[in-house]
């Protein structure tokens, strides 16, 4: 059976697997339509092929194209002993044996690397804990260049495949989506991400290259285009974080330096939440032996753990079937969106008021968020994590490891489920959004904090909103006062409404913060603006010579007719 034969069994049986899928199919495709492969390479460096041409003293010269012409052998004094064997009427002292000056192609060295690094063909005990292994990752472009090759080489020489898995990641691009070139002036080093440059510094090390006058000069005005003002410090973190971010199972990934800068603000905003809750923790809090929930936790208590819930569930999967994207996003948005922008503004009435039992409660929750939070975005930000993780007081009758690298990752727990809370804070969160979004259409300033009201037509609805969200919704929608409205009670006048949804309506009183008149000119300006827009697309769909263009049924063309 061939290499190629024994490799298309093996995939057929899904012993190797491939992710994304959709390779299996170019892998397929390749290994059915394969063709001799020249191993012989014309290069300064490489290994050098270990075949001996043998010349014998007093016959013609030997035809290197003809095969019996040569011996392979692992060493001069081996190749000898294969001529002797070969030619066994000739004395030993008329051979020379002439080892050939190529050297094996890249990909054919490249090809054994997964057991020639543990001393292979020796049976070493390296070989034997570490062959297969377990997962490859590299570049989709190079499936059948390397990947093929050490497939071929562990089935044929081992016996084995050389791993189960193969993951294959995208490619890095320019943001329009071009291949990073040094002509277009468009490649991106990686240390000039995480460490800054200007543009002269950018321009500079074009100059020190090898590219002819006019590539220098068209490379030149391409990065005047992209990076007027050079590139910002990121950091290392950011720069991670956004490449596990758009690494989602495709063929190409468009960086924009303009995606890292927003994760390197997205460290500083880590580095602040983590400051503000160790404020808020105080420098005697001590937290519980054990990671898990004391019992008088607050609805946004429970809706947090339960976000943190998802969020380690949602990650751990996303790591099992290789969707960095995906686990990257989720972390960060649990960070950016629940834990900062919801609950960390949740807390501050609670440790602002005077139960303490309700602080004691929500410290801890604080806590438990944070760390686990920390360790859940440690592999895509290990120094920021390791850092803010060093800072954090340590739960008491645990073995504190030295560094959050130690740590275990954090596991779901069944007790921080809870989909009913999760339903009712997106209720919440939909009234905070439109009282949020009516407050910009109106230009109410932050530090105004106008009285609110919610009508809402389902009983159970109104009930369990008053018992647990007022609070959070008026923290959260900078609101002064918040009412919860029946279906049968109308709002005060000078109120602004917005529609959520069939049964929910949200008013922000405005009474004496607006001008009524200006802002009624606003809507009529904004009425005529759309009659004119309208105005314009019936003349435009009804022109008789577009509707005979576009062949509509006679139906059709009635319908629009009445709806204009």
């Not at 050939?100 to 543990?118: A, K, R």
Request: proline fraction near 5%; aromatic fraction near 10%.
């Amino acid at each position: 059976m061939t290499s190629q034969q024994q490799q298309l069994r093996k995939l057929r049986k899904d012993v190797l697997e491939f992710y994304p899928a959709s390779h299996k199919e170019t892998w397929y495709r390749w290994l059915e339509n394969i063709h001799d492969w020249c191993i012989s390479r014309q290069l300064w460096w490489g290994h050098r092929i270990p075949a001996y041409v043998v010349h014998i003293d007093g016959r013609p010269a030997p035809d290197p194209a003809d095969r019996n012409s040569w011996v392979v052998a692992r060493s001069y004094a081996e190749a000898l002993e294969k001529a002797k064997a070969k030619y066994p009427d000739v004395p030993e002292t008329a051979f020379k044996l002439e080892q050939d000056p190529d050297v094996l192609d890249t990909w054919f060295s490249s090809g054994l690397f997964p057991f020639s690094v543990f001393s292979w063909p020796d049976q070493t005990k390296d070989l034997d804990a570490f062959y297969p292994t377990t997962l490859l990752e590299t570049g989709h472009d190079i499936l059948f260049f390397w990947v093929a090759r050490m497939v071929m080489m562990g089935l044929k020489l081992t016996g084995k495949l050389p791993f189960n898995q193969v993951l294959l990641h995208a490619m890095v691009r320019d943001a329009h989506g071009r291949k990073m070139s040094k002509t277009l002036g468009n490649v991106i080093d990686p240390i000039d991400v995480i460490e800054g440059i200007t543009l002269e510094g950018l321009i500079a090390k074009l100059k020190d290259g090898n590219l002819p006058e006019n590539e220098v000069e068209m490379a030149t005005k391409g990065l005047q285009k992209d990076f007027p003002n050079g590139i910002g410090e990121c950091g290392t973190d950011a720069l991670r974080l956004a490449l596990c971010a758009y690494t989602s199972q495709g063929r190409d990934i468009n960086l924009d330096v303009n995606r890292v800068i927003v994760f390197r603000n997205f460290c500083n905003k880590l580095w602040n939440a983590t400051k503000f809750a160790l404020m808020n923790l105080g420098e005697k809090f001590v937290p519980r032996a054990q990671e898990g929930v004391g019992g008088n936790e607050s609805a946004v208590e429970k809706w947090i753990l339960a976000r943190l819930n998802y969020s380690i569930e949602t990650v751990n999967n996303a790591f099992k079937g290789y969707e960095l994207s995906i686990a990257a996003t989720r972390a960060y948005d649990f960070w950016l969106y629940e834990f900062c922008d919801v609950f960390l503004e949740a807390t501050k009435p609670v440790m602002q008021g005077t139960d303490e039992e309700a602080k004691a409660c929500m410290r801890n929750t604080l806590y438990t968020c944070l760390e686990a939070g920390l360790r859940l975005l440690h592999p895509f930000m290990p120094f920021v994590t390791e850092e803010l993780w060093q800072r954090l007081p340590k739960r008491p009758e645990t073995e504190i490891p030295p560094s959050i690298y130690l740590t275990n990752y954090p596991q779901k727990k069944a007790e921080w489920s809870n989909e009913t809370i999760q339903q009712e804070m997106e209720v919440a969160q939909q009234i905070v959004h439109a009282l949020r979004g009516l407050r910009a259409s109106y230009g109410v300033v932050p530090k105004q904090r106008p009285n609110c009201f919610v009508k809402l037509r389902k009983a159970d609805t109104r009930e369990n909103l008053q018992k647990y969200w007022v609070e959070v919704v008026k923290t959260l929608s900078y609101s002064g006062q918040i009412t919860l409205l029946n279906q049968d009670e109308a709002p005060p006048k000078g109120c602004a409404v917005q529609i959520i949804n069939t049964d929910i309506e949200a008013f922000l009183h405005l009474d004496g913060m607006v001008d009524a008149e200006q802002e009624i000119k606003k809507l009529q300006g904004n009425i005529t603006k759309l009659e004119n827009e309208l105005a314009s697309l019936n003349k435009k769909m009804f022109n008789p010579q577009y509707l005979s263009l576009i062949h509509i049924s006679e139906p059709t063309r009635l319908r629009r007719i009445s709806y204009a």
